[in-house]
């Protein structure tokens, strides 16, 4: 399919975006940099098809914004070539959970729909084939199995994404050796040299860590064999609901737990609450104070210890961190504070804590990258003396300090089970 001469894209596509269209295989595959424009490019190629002949597409996107926006880029290039079409909304349930069918349809008959990814919303559908930054859906492998029947009577299949370490779907299609797949891989320094306006510098200087500017902008797929909790162990525990700012006027129906990981110049102060719904941890507030004083911690730390509904709460009273700890533990008392010290075997007990919540999903955590980052930080080590030993380097941007902020919530909760509640209420402080 090339761009009829009658047809104008809504933006003018640089050669690699007008390569990715023209390629009629019927299974391509794009490893592209971020920011790079592809979503932009895939949609342009659907809405291209949807008008020359009645067909179906079906656009699975990590969640409901994603796929919201994706759907809008449609829109957009429908709009270009003179169609106004609508999105439309609709609603429908899989296993007791609720989501969003997004949908545009053409006066020929053809249709292109949006889907929150998941291994059984496609389910049921027949048609084209998009996956949408495919290394970042949870269970990418269900999700893949699921799908692929989808475009068993000759459909396509577009898969677009940025890669994520190795344990994941995206990574074993993109090392496909087969010849199956038609491959586009374009890394920022590429899409500079074409035409993409940015700042290569600008942008190097903004990522201190090297394996995240090789995974989001060289497209290099970075070995997690050491990371504690890989990528996809976090995205299958990211959700939209769970919350880095507290919703307004939160009233939990759950326990609450906290853990505050201390710094004060160069590594983040981190506040993490947690609620506790049946056996599931909701991320609810992630509260980060880069170089910010201690007054300002401690009232941060004394309002969410206020709340009614907090249990427990874990404060690292390593080094600087002591003083406010023991602060906070006399105002409030020994069972709601307990001051935390780390040492490698208390570091080594939060860590497989948080390696085993992980693994059977029982926590939710925010679609945010620098949490997503931090939490991918902390890696298995071994010492020359052959002792076993769980940390990360640190950069510009802390400590793994979201890490341990985390993992001392879930201390706290762990430890509430072991702990005997005081006899008498402590006075509100």
Known sequence: MGLPASVTPAIPLLPYQQRWVQDQSRFKIANKARQTGFSFAVALEVVLDGLEHRTTWVLLSRGERQSKELMEKCQQHARAVGYVLDVLESAFTVDDRDFKLLEIRF??????????????TARGFSGNVVLDEF????????IWTALFPVITRGYKIRVISTPQGKNNKFYDLCTDTSGKWSKHQVDIY???AEGLDVNIEELRAGIECEDDWAQEYECKFIDEATALLTYDLIAACEHEAATKALPMGFEPAGPLYLGMDIGRKRDLSVIWLDELVGDIFWTRAVVEMPKTRFRIQRDELYGFLRMPRIIRACIDSTG????????AQEDFGRYRVECVEFSPAVKGDMAITMLRVFEDKRTRVPIDKQIRQDLHKVRKMTTSAGNV???????E????????????TLHAADQAQRAKPPKVKAVAF
Request: proline letters at 6%; aromatic letters at 8%; a negative charge.
């Open 320 to 327: 600087i961190g002591a003083q406010l700890a023991e602060e």
């Open 135 to 142: 290394a970042f859906h949870q269970d990418s492998r269900k």
């Open 389 to 395: 030993r769980y940390d990360s380097e640190r950069d």
């Open 190 to 192: 590429q899409a500079v």
């Open 397 to 408: 941007d802390g400590h793994a300090d979201r890490f341990w902020a985390k993992a001392l």
């Open 107 to 120: 006066p020929n008959g053809s249709k292109i729909i949006g889907l929150p990814a998941n291994p059984d």
